[in-house]
Nanobody, 127 residues
Framework: QAQVTDSGGGSVQAGGSLTLSCQAT????????LGWFRQAPGRERENVAF????????EYADSVKDRFTISRDNGQRTVSLRMTDLKPEDSAMYYC????????????????????WGQGTRVTVSS
């Protein structure tokens, strides 16, 4: 059974919007940091946005601040990423990720910190 399942990617024109969703099992959701990394061809996996599912810590990459909004629905064990004013450089595979952080700080998470990965969902932004 997949621990985290991501969905919602697609193709849009620059300036458009998309919403990604990530549903996690109880073990991967509660008391963890949940969010997204992205990876474009030839580039390293990049931290995009994370939040602490028990509340408090919300972190964004500088490149997406003021354009992306991450939110949670604890009842559905789901985290969503609303992406607006999309740019061609946002094109990538987006991977939902769960990181164990019992002290509730989601700042500076790296790919090596991730315990559970989603299968990825592709976002393509055309100019």
């Amino acid at each position: 059974q997949a621990q985290v399942t991501d969905s919602g990617g697609g193709s849009v024109q620059a300036g458009g919007s998309l919403t990604l969703s990530c549903q996690a099992t109880s073990n991967s959701y509660f008391g963890n940091c949940l969010g997204w990394f992205r990876q474009a061809p030839g580039r390293e996996r990049e931290n995009v946005a994370f939040l602490y599912t028990s509340g408090g810590s919300i972190e964004y990459a500088d490149s997406v601040k003021d354009r992306f909004t991450i939110s949670r629905d604890n009842g559905q064990r789901t985290v969503s990423l609303r992406m607006t004013d999309l740019k061609p450089e946002d094109s990538a595979m987006y991977y939902c990720a769960s990181v164990v952080r019992t002290w509730g700080n989601c700042r500076g998470l790296r790919a090596s910190d991730v315990r559970d990965w989603g299968q990825g969902t592709r976002v393509t932004v055309s100019s």
